[in-house]
């Protein structure tokens, strides 16, 4: 699934379905492909967690994003490696992958975490259900 950010980044206008509409599908696709030990909500928790901390540090200090930016890009490695022990599916390092080539700025990695925090409620929701994604049960 192809996320973009911005419906205009110039006027800084989100797509307005990313938080919603978007996040969903793509939590869902995700959960899907959770097998064995991949994707499980602890472990796509660990990399929500990461966000969190750089939002934090930003917040704190928000001319530090070109300093801070090449260490959130390593999340992409990160995900790789994940993949690799298969504890994440490859749409989920594809997503953060895919994510982070879009961040530049900070106005940038705001929405991602804006959308990675979408992307959790649903993922959580998904779990709760114990899988089933559709009204009558099925995957």
């Known amino acids: 699934m192809d996320l973009t950010f911005w419906k ?27 097998t064995g030990k991949a994707n499980k909500p602890t472990q796509i928790r660990k990399f929500y967690d990461e966000i969190l901390r750089f ?9 530090d994003f070109d300093n801070i930016l090449p260490y959130l890009k390593m999340l992409n490695a990160k995900a790789a490696y994940a993949m690799g ?7 989920f390092k594809d997503f953060i992958s895919n994510s982070l080539n879009q961040v ?13 925090e979408a992307f959790m409620g649903y993922y959580k929701f998904y779990d709760a259900k114990g899988g089933n994604l559709t009204p009558g049960g099925g995957r």
């Open 8 to 34: 205009d980044k110039n006027k800084k206008l989100i797509d307005p379905d990313l938080f919603s509409t978007k996040a969903e599908e793509l939590a869902k696709s995700i959960y899907g492909e959770q």
């Open 104 to 116: 530049k700025d900070k106005d940038d990695f705001d929405v991602f975490a804006g959308l990675f």
């Open 55 to 63: 939002e934090g540090i930003l917040k704190a200090s928000p001319t």
């Open 85 to 91: 022990r298969e504890l994440v599916s490859k749409k």
